[in-house]
């Protein structure tokens, strides 16, 4: 069973800047299109960027240009650069395969943007 370990969130100010990490326990990067998702309070989980095994990323419209999703297969390790943090980016962020059947979610790691 694949486990999966985000971490790097933390408290930040509106601008502000913090670099997610998530770790897997096996070689799925290599082999997975992954993603990492975002859930706020009372919404829904939602994909936030996405990267293929190629490297190619797409982003949701909101964090474009804003956000940078990489990935170091021989690390098992997708990473989420974030910059000029917004208060609608506070949430707690997870990191998984894209697109289903997901892996058991991890603890995921939490986002909070405010001043």
């Known amino acids: 069973q694949v486990q999966l370990v985000e971490s790097g969130g933390g408290l930040v100010q509106p601008g502000g800047s913090l670099r997610l990490s998530c770790a897997a326990s096996a070689n799925i990067f290599s082999i997975n299109t992954m993603g990492w998702y975002r859930q706020a309070p009372g919404r829904q989980r939602e994909l936030v960027a996405r990267?293929?095994?190629?490297?190619?990323?797409d982003y949701r419209d909101s964090v474009k240009g804003r956000f940078t999703i990489s990935r170091d297969n021989a690390k098992n390790t997708v990473y989420l650069q974030m910059s000029s943090l917004k208060p609608e980016d506070t949430a707690v962020y997870y990191c998984?395969?894209?697109?289903?059947?997901?892996?058991?979610w991890g603890q995921g790691t939490q986002v909070t943007v405010s001043s």
């Open positions: 990267i293929t095994t190629f490297g190619i990323t």
């Open positions: 998984n395969r894209f697109p289903a059947p997901y892996h058991d």
